[in-house]
C-alpha cells in the first residue's frame, strides 16, 4: 500500500494503515537531508549525556580507589578494587544485552527512561555500600544501567543525526566520557580532602554526584520523540510521520532552509518485530565480516581503556607514589587529552573516511603505547611525562574507541541496531573489559614494572590487529543514509 502526495508538501508517501502489506516512506530521507540545527543539540545534550555519567563512574571508581583501601568499613586490597571494576564492566555487559533487545521491541525512548533510572538508584546505592558484597553489587547494578543506556542511546541518536553530520557528533557524543572523567576527577579532589570530611565519607559523598546528575537529564530527556525510524518498521506510520513534519516545522520556525534534495522512497514490508533467529543470521551469516570488524574493534578497545584505566590510579600510587587524594589532579589533563581527540580528529571521519581514519587511530594508539610502556619500565618517566605520554596516547584512543560505537551503530540494519550495539559492545567489553582490570590488578599487585609492560603489550597487539581488520574490511559509511550503508530487514524487493 502507498499514498504518493506530493513531496513539496513534506509529507511523507506512507500509510497509517500499512500494517501487513507494503509501506513506502521517504521519512528516513527527509531526517538526513535537514540542516544541523537547535533540535540536533539538544538531542546531544538530552541523550548523549550517558557517556557523562559513565566517565564520571569509572573516574570515581579510580580516584576513590586509594579511599576504599583506607576505609574503615571496607578496607579493599588492589585485587579488591579490581573485582569491583569487573563486576561493573559485568554488569554493562548483561544490562546491554537484555535491555538492548527491549529496545529494539518496545522502543527507545522508553528504554532509556528505564535505563537511566536503574543507573540513579543504583549509583545512590553505592554510596551507602557496607562491605566488599555490597559494593560489587551495586556497582553491577549501575554497569547495567549504563549498558542499557548505550544501546538505547546510540541507536536513537544514529537514526536522528543527519547523513553528513553522523560520524563527528558519534565522535563527539563518546567523547564527553570525559568530560565525566574530569567532573569525577574535580569533585575527588573536594570531596576526599581530608580536611573536608572525614575519609569514610567522602567517597560516599562521591558517588552521590552521579545520582544527582542522572535524575537531572531524567527531566532533559521528556521532550525527546521516539525514533521514526524505529517507529515506521513497528508499522506506526502516522506517529512517525508527525515526529518528522513537527520537528520539519520546527526547524522552519527558526529560520532554517531545508535543503528540496530529492529523496528516494524507502519501501518496507511492515512487521510488529524481529524473531531472534533472523537477527542472528542476519549478525553472523548475512554480515558476518561486518561483525568480525565489530568484534575486533571493541574487544581492542575495551582491553586497552579499561585496563589502562581502571587500575590508573594504583599505577600512580604504587609506582610513582601519588597521595590517593591527590590522584585527581592527574586525572584531569588525562581526560582532557581524552576529549579533544574525537572533537578535533571527528570531522576527518566524515571527510577522509571511516577505514582510513579507524585504522589510523588504532595504530598509532598501540605504537604510542609500547613506546611509553617501554620507557615506563625502564624508569625513564617522572609521574608528569608519565602523564604527558598518556595524554597524547589516549588523544588518538579516545577517537579510536569512540569509532568502535560508531561502526556496529551505523553498519547493521535499522530493525537489530540497539541490539547489535548490545552484542558487540557486551562480547568486546566481556572479553576486553573484565579481564582487562583484574589483570591489571594482579599485575600491578607484583610491584614488577616488568610485569605491567607485558600487560600494555596486550593491549598495544590487538589495537595494532583491530587496525588491520578495519583497514581491510571496514565499510565507507562516511556521508550515506543509514538505510543505504545496511539495507533493513523488512525491505522490500523493487517493483
Not at 100 to 129: H, P
Not at 150 to 174: K, V
Not at 241 to 270: C, M, S, Y
Not at 408 to 413: A, D, G, K, L, R
Request: hydrophobic share 50%; proline share 4%.
Amino acid at each position: 500500500m502507498s499514498d504518493t502526495t506530493a513531496p513539496q508538501e513534506n509529507r511523507s508517501p506512507a500509510t497509517a494503515d500499512a500494517r501487513g502489506g507494503i509501506i513506502e516512506t521517504d521519512l528516513p530521507g527527509r531526517l538526513d537531508r535537514l540542516p544541523w540545527g537547535r533540535f540536533h543539540t539538544l538531542i546531544v545534550f538530552a541523550l548523549g549525556i550517558t557517556w557523562l555519567l559513565d566517565g564520571l563512574e569509572v573516574t570515581l571508581a579510580g580516584a576513590v580507589a586509594n579511599a576504599l583501601k583506607t576505609s574503615p568499613a571496607l578496607q579493599f586490597s588492589n585485587a579488591d578494587v579490581g573485582i569491583a571494576g569487573s563486576a561493573y564492566i559485568a554488569g554493562a555487559v548483561l544490562g546491554a544485552l537484555g535491555f538492548g533487545w527491549l529496545t529494539d521491541r518496545l522502543g527507545r525512548r522508553k528504554l532509556f527512561f528505564i535505563t537511566l533510572f536503574l543507573y540513579v538508584a543504583a549509583t545512590a546505592a553505592t554510596a551507602f555500600s557496607w562491605n566488599l558484597a555490597s559494593f560489587v553489587l551495586f556497582r553491577f547494578l549501575t554497569g547495567a544501567g549504563i549498558g542499557g543506556e548505550y544501546t538505547a542511546i546510540n541507536s536513537t541518536i544514529q537514526e536522528f543525526t543527519p547523513a553528513h553530520y553522523r560520524g563527528r557528533t558519534d565522535l563527539a557524543i563518546n567523547g564527553t566520557f570525559w568530560v565525566g572523567a574530569g567532573i569525577g576527577a574535580a569533585g575527588s579532589l573536594v570531596l576526599l580532602d581530608p580536611g573536608l570530611m572525614p575519609p569514610d565519607w567522602g567517597w560516599r559523598a562521591c558517588f552521590l554526584i552521579g545520582a544527582a546528575l542522572g535524575l537531572t537529564i531524567l527531566f532533559m530527556r521528556m521532550w525527546v520523540p521516539e525514533s521514526p525510524r524505529w517507529l515506521i518498521t513497528h508499522g506506526r506510520i502516522d506517529e512517525a510521520k508527525q515526529v518528522v513534519e513537527e520537528i520539519e516545522a520546527h526547524f522552519r520556525e527558526h529560520g532554517k532552509q531545508i535543503p528540496d534534495t530529492p529523496v528516494k522512497p524507502l519501501r518496507l514490508k511492515a512487521r510488529e518485530s524481529t524473531p531472534l533467529g533472523e537477527v542472528f543470521h542476519a549478525l553472523f551469516n548475512t554480515h558476518r565480516r561486518r561483525s568480525l570488524v565489530g568484534m575486533m574493534l571493541m574487544t581492542a578497545q575495551a582491553f586497552f581503556y579499561n585496563a589502562i584505566f581502571f587500575t590508573y590510579a594504583l599505577v600512580l600510587t604504587d609506582f610513582y607514589d601519588v597521595p590517593g587524594n591527590h590522584i585527581g589532579w592527574y586525572v584531569l589533563p588525562f581526560a582532557a587529552g581524552n576529549f579533544l581527540g574525537p572533537v578535533l580528529l571527528g570531522k576527518l571521519f566524515d571527510v577522509l573516511g571511516r577505514r582510513h581514519m579507524i585504522a589510523f587511530t588504532y595504530a598509532i594508539s598501540g605504537v604510542l603505547l609500547t613506546i611509553s610502556g617501554w620507557m615506563f619500565m625502564h624508569g625513564m618517566l617522572s609521574v608528569t611525562t608519565q602523564t604527558i605520554a598518556w595524554m597524547v596516547t589516549f588523544f588518538f584512543t579516545s577517537a579510536a574507541a569512540s569509532s568502535a560505537y560508531l561502526t556496529v551503530s551505523e553498519t547493521f540494519p535499522l530493525e537489530i541496531r540497539a541490539l547489535a550495539i548490545a552484542v558487540f559492545y557486551a562480547f568486546g567489553t566481556a572479553l576486553g573489559g573484565i579481564i582487562g582490570p583484574t589483570l591489571f590488578g594482579q599485575l600491578i599487585d607484583t610491584h614488577e614494572r616488568g610485569a605491567v609492560f607485558i600487560g600494555y603489550l596486550i593491549g598495544s597487539v590487538l589495537m595494532i590487529a583491530a587496525a588491520v581488520v578495519a583497514g581491510i574490511w571496514g565499510i565507507a559509511a562516511e556521508r550515506k543514509s543509514l538505510e543505504d550503508v545496511a539495507r533493513p530487514l523488512s525491505a522490500a524487493d523493487e517493483h
